[in-house]
């Protein structure tokens, strides 16, 4: 994946978007969207004190890539299936939230 740098950190500071749910009731209303972007902007104000790089989720279920995809996150090559949102690009500007 050639946005990724071979010279990262390791342990990588990332922020963990643990499992997202909207009861069914309220589906369809930008919720988990909103949830997201929440997410992210607690990223970047993480990232100006503590050089987080990224958020990474882990779908529960495959159906649920393309909702990440649309939102910015792109694929990782790990074994279990992880998405990635950069907080910044290879130039350290931050990278714009889709929406």
């Known amino acids: 994946m050639g946005c990724l740098q071979k010279n990262l950190p390791n ?3 990332i922020l963990l978007l643990g499992r997202l749910g909207v ?7 930008g919720l988990a969207k909103a949830m997201v972007y929440k997410t992210i902007s607690l990223g970047y104000e993480v990232a100006s004190v503590a050089s987080c790089w990224a958020v990474v989720v882990e779908p529960l ?6 909702f ?3 939102l ?4 990782t090559k790990a074994e279990r ?17 889709p929406g």
Not at 23 to 29: A, F, H, I, P
Not at 81 to 97: A, C, M, S, V, Y
């Open 11 to 13: 342990p990588l500071p």
């Open 23 to 29: 009861d069914v009731k309220y589906q369809g209303l």
């Open 61 to 66: 279920t495959e159906n649920l890539t393309p």
């Open 68 to 70: 990440y995809l649309k």
């Open 72 to 75: 910015g996150f792109i694929k």
């Open 81 to 97: 299936p992880l998405l990635i949102f950069r907080l910044q690009d290879k130039n350290g500007n931050p990278t714009i939230f």
